[in-house]
Structures are given as structure tokens and as C-alpha cells.
């Protein structure tokens, strides 16, 4: 396993009494919260929300979800803008059966059929190792409802499975990435893809390795795959290094086909520490009202690393996609244009 702790209550959360099933908002800066401006400053989210993930409802309004902790197995938060962000609860309260409580991580939802399926890691009773799973719900806010008696992924022999990310292609071809954590017994790890039945509860076919930890900067663990697809190429984001440390960043690789061969970027990793921000990473891309492509991440301030020390706060920084590279504008801490927001119906 990677060492994740639990979430933590951050400081914001300390200042507004935030308590366990009630509504909280996160305020960060005046530009956040000010209707009339045309700027905003990380984090978006000062508080701790490890592992994040954000869905576009297409409705105008973005649901964020996060490592478990003190808001239960699956906290998520609401937001209008992707910068003011409203925290509501649990997403998924109730574990299945074969799940330990306690370490329940890196959750990813997609829409399917009309469900929502959450792909949620969590600690398997029977092998005493990190594994898969997944649930379903009506609205993004759930409660998702675990589906099948065991996990959906679980390479025991491998270390166990993580970082569940679900991908749909073209066709409406769907897909699930995961990374074996071998981290945690000294074996390799690779991300690995596999498609999906329609309806996303079962994996069918045969599972392709894409990439393995045999950079340097990788150290002994790559994590937390993100697939985006931009006309003809693919782009597979991944975070990589200890998580706990300002070492840990993101890099990325490109491939013609969704299985691969994927080659990794000699200008790797694009996201680094600097400043104020510390050991950026598991990444989402999501995208605003009028297109743009957004990097949501999480990161430590520098000098308070570590779950002992610190918490992983929500940042957001513009990341663009063409002819084969990515480029991301972070991790900043000033001021930048705000993402464009979806009118409201009258």
C-alpha cells in the first residue's frame, strides 16, 4: 500500500466548527468568494481532500470526491465554478461486507446507462490487501450502493490494486485503469487497463499493461492514472514517488491506441513542487464551460508534509493537450483567470 492516512480536518474546516454531516464551506481567499471577481488562488479547497477527483454533471455543477476520513468513507464537495467549493458528507456510507473500514481511497465516478458508478479502492477482509471496487447511485451525490460480494480487482499476488480511474473512449467504449501496489512488498508497479461490460460493473476481455516505475524520478511507485483522449492521441497522466514527500510528482505518456504502446515524456514530470506547494499529484482533468482543460490535484504546503504535519488541500491550474505534449501552468498560488461557468436557467 502507498501509506495514505486518513482525511484530516484542515484548518479552515477547525475555524468553521465543521463537524461530521454538516455542510461547510471552505474559503480560501476573497477571489473565491467574490461573485464579481475574474481571478481565484490556490487552493481551491484548504482543507484536507487527498486523491481528489471531479465529475462534470453537465448540468453546470461539479462534484469532487476524496480519500476517506473524518467526513466518512467518500467525502465529496459541490461546487458551481470549480473554485468555491461547498462540503457535503459521505457519498458512500455504508461499506459492503467484504471491506475493512478505515481505508477506503482515490474514488472515480462516470455515467453509464444512467448510473453512476463510483470505483472506489478499499482494504479486502479475505487478503488483507487494497482492492477495488465499485458502486452504484441515481444522482452523483449518491449514497452509492456497493455491487457484488467481493472486489472487482484484487491482484493479491501483486501487492493488491488501487487507483481505480474509468475512461470512455469513442463508441462509448469503456474502460477501467488501475495500478498494481506492489510499492508495498518490493515488487514492480504498472498501471494496467481492462474494458468494461455496458453497464461498467464487470471487466471483460484481457487487461494490457501500459507502464511500469523504470524512471528515476518514479522511484518505487507510479499511481494514480488519469486516460484523456485529444483527437488522435491518447494521454495517460500518472503520479509517481512517495506520496509523503516533496518528491512526489506527475508525469505522463502518449500512445496512438488506447491499449498502448504508451511512451513516456522526456520532459517528465510536468508538475513539480515549487514554493509554497509540495509534492503535487493524483490529478484529474476536468473541463469548464467553454472548453478549457483544468489540472485538479492535491498538494502539502511546503514545511508541512506528511498527515502527521499537514494535510493535501485542492488546487486547480490550466493544462493543455496537443500534438503529443501536456503542459500544465502549475502549481501556482497566485492570481489566474477564473474557470468560465455554465449560465444558470432561468
Known amino acids: 500500500m502507498t501509506g495514505r492516512g486518513p482525511l484530516l480536518l484542515g484548518l479552515a474546516d477547525v475555524l468553521a466548527g465543521a463537524v461530521f454531516g454538516l455542510p461547510t464551506t471552505a474559503q480560501t481567499s476573497a477571489a473565491?468568494?467574490?461573485?464579481?471577481?475574474?481571478?481565484?488562488?490556490?487552493?481551491?479547497?484548504?482543507?484536507?481532500?487527498?486523491?481528489?477527483?471531479?465529475?462534470?454533471?453537465?448540468?453546470?455543477?461539479?462534484?469532487?470526491?476524496?480519500?476517506?476520513?473524518?467526513?466518512?468513507?467518500?467525502?465529496?464537495?459541490?461546487?458551481?465554478?470549480?473554485?468555491?467549493?461547498?462540503?457535503?458528507?459521505?457519498?458512500?456510507?455504508k461499506l459492503p461486507a467484504w471491506v475493512q473500514p478505515g481505508l477506503?481511497?482515490?474514488?472515480?465516478?462516470?455515467?453509464?446507462?444512467?448510473a453512476y458508478l463510483l470505483y472506489f479502492t478499499a482494504r479486502d477482509r479475505k487478503s488483507g490487501r487494497q482492492c477495488i471496487g465499485v458502486a452504484t447511485a441515481k444522482t452523483p451525490a449518491g449514497p452509492f450502493k456497493a455491487q457484488g460480494s467481493g472486489p472487482l480487482v484484487c491482484q493479491a499476488g501483486q501487492g493488491g490494486s488501487i487507483d481505480a480511474s474509468p475512461f470512455v473512449d469513442q463508441g462509448?467504449?469503456?474502460?477501467?485503469l488501475w495500478k498494481n501496489d506492489g510499492n508495498c512488498c518490493n515488487q514492480t508497479t504498472s498501471i494496467y487497463l481492462q474494458p468494461l461490460s455496458a453497464d461498467g460493473l464487470k471487466l471483460t476481455?484481457?487487461?494490457?499493461?501500459?507502464?511500469?516505475?523504470?524512471?528515476?524520478?518514479?522511484?518505487?511507485?507510479?499511481?494514480?492514472?488519469?486516460?484523456?483522449?485529444?483527437?488522435?492521441?491518447?494521454?495517460?497522466?500518472?503520479?509517481?514517488?512517495?506520496?509523503?514527500?516533496?518528491?512526489?510528482?506527475?508525469?505522463?505518456?502518449t500512445a496512438k491506441k488506447v491499449t498502448g504502446p504508451y511512451r513516456k515524456a522526456a520532459e517528465n514530470p510536468i508538475l513539480v513542487s515549487r514554493g509554497k506547494v509540495a509534492?503535487?499529484?493524483?490529478?484529474?482533468?476536468?473541463?469548464?464551460?467553454a472548453g478549457q482543460t483544468w489540472l485538479a490535484y492535491h498538494a502539502w504546503t511546503a514545511g508541512y508534509i506528511g498527515d502527521e504535519a499537514g494535510y493535501r488541500s485542492l488546487y486547480l491550474d490550466r493544462v493543455s493537450f496537443q500534438n503529443g505534449k501536456v503542459k500544465v501552468s502549475g502549481p501556482t498560488v497566485g492570481p489566474q483567470p477564473r474557470p468560465a461557468v455554465k449560465a444558470a436557467k432561468p
Open 104 to 114: 477506503t481511497w482515490a474514488p472515480e465516478v462516470v455515467r453509464l446507462r444512467g
Open 205 to 253: 476481455g484481457k487487461a494490457s499493461t501500459l507502464i511500469s516505475n523504470f524512471a528515476l524520478w518514479e522511484g518505487n511507485v507510479i499511481e494514480a492514472p488519469t486516460l484523456y483522449r485529444r483527437g488522435a492521441d491518447y494521454y495517460l497522466l500518472y503520479s509517481a514517488g512517495p506520496f509523503d514527500s516533496d518528491l512526489y510528482a506527475v508525469g505522463y505518456a
Open 172 to 176: 462509448a467504449k469503456a474502460y477501467l
Open 279 to 289: 509534492g503535487p499529484g493524483h490529478q484529474t482533468v476536468v473541463t469548464d464551460a
Open 32 to 93: 473565491q468568494t467574490s461573485g464579481t471577481s475574474k481571478t481565484f488562488t490556490n487552493p481551491v479547497l484548504d482543507a484536507n481532500f487527498p486523491d481528489p477527483f471531479i465529475l462534470n454533471d453537465g448540468a453546470g455543477r461539479y462534484y469532487a470526491y476524496a480519500t476517506n476520513g473524518s467526513r466518512g468513507n467518500v467525502p465529496y464537495a459541490v461546487s458551481r465554478d470549480l473554485v468555491g467549493w461547498e462540503v457535503r458528507g459521505d457519498a458512500m456510507p
